[in-house]
């Protein structure tokens, strides 16, 4: 009977787990996305990052360690459930939010507020340089546009491209309305 009650707690978080991944994944991502809203855009992205990346390879694995570090998801959540007569406590959020690939690690504190930039793992993160230059190039041909959580991605793709021998996709997510919590 214990047996029972422990898998059915499991498969419950199994899921929950399996929804939440559900809900992340579920706003019409493409690849493409900006191809008639700012055409030439991976154009802009790899021609910008030529100049840095043909200087300084090493700077392909730290752009992909900064798209890491900002897509890394953190859930905070507690709720009870009963499930056969038992009271467990399984995770479940307070206020239902999502971090992750919103661009939180480009913004820079003020003050006392202290952002995702200045967090102790991501002080060691570089190349905030080519970001920056990437997002205003795409700017100057279509201002507005492109979100800097793509700006992020796309660098990451074209870095990892211009050093490897084998194409990488990532989607665009702009479509999705991210919210950086700073």
């Not at 730290?62 to 467990?88: P, Q």
Request: hydrophobic content about 45%; charged content about 15%; some cysteine.
């Amino acid at each position: 009977m214990a047996i029972q009650k422990i898998l059915t707690v499991l498969f419950l978080y199994l899921a929950l787990a399996f929804l939440l991944v559900e809900l992340t994944n579920a706003g019409g991502l493409q690849l493409g996305f900006y191809q008639r809203t700012c055409p030439g855009a991976e154009l802009i992205v790899h021609q910008t990052l030529y100049r840095y990346i043909s200087r300084d390879r090493t700077l392909a694995a730290s752009l992909l360690r900064m798209h890491f570090h900002d897509c890394f998801i953190r859930v905070s959540f507690e709720a009870k459930v009963i499930v056969c007569n038992l009271n467990h406590t399984i995770p479940y959020p307070n206020k239902f939010w999502f971090q992750g690939c919103d661009a939180s690690v480009l913004i820079s504190s003020t003050g006392n507020n202290q952002t995702e930039k200045d967090a102790i793992p991501n002080k060691t993160l570089r190349g905030f340089n080519v970001i920056d230059a990437v997002k205003s190039a795409l700017e100057k041909k279509c201002p507005g546009v492109v979100s800097c959580a793509d700006v992020l991605a796309l660098v990451a793709r074209g870095s990892v491209m211009m050093v490897s021998d084998s194409p990488t996709q990532f989607i665009t997510a702009d479509s999705l309305h991210h919210y950086a919590f700073a």
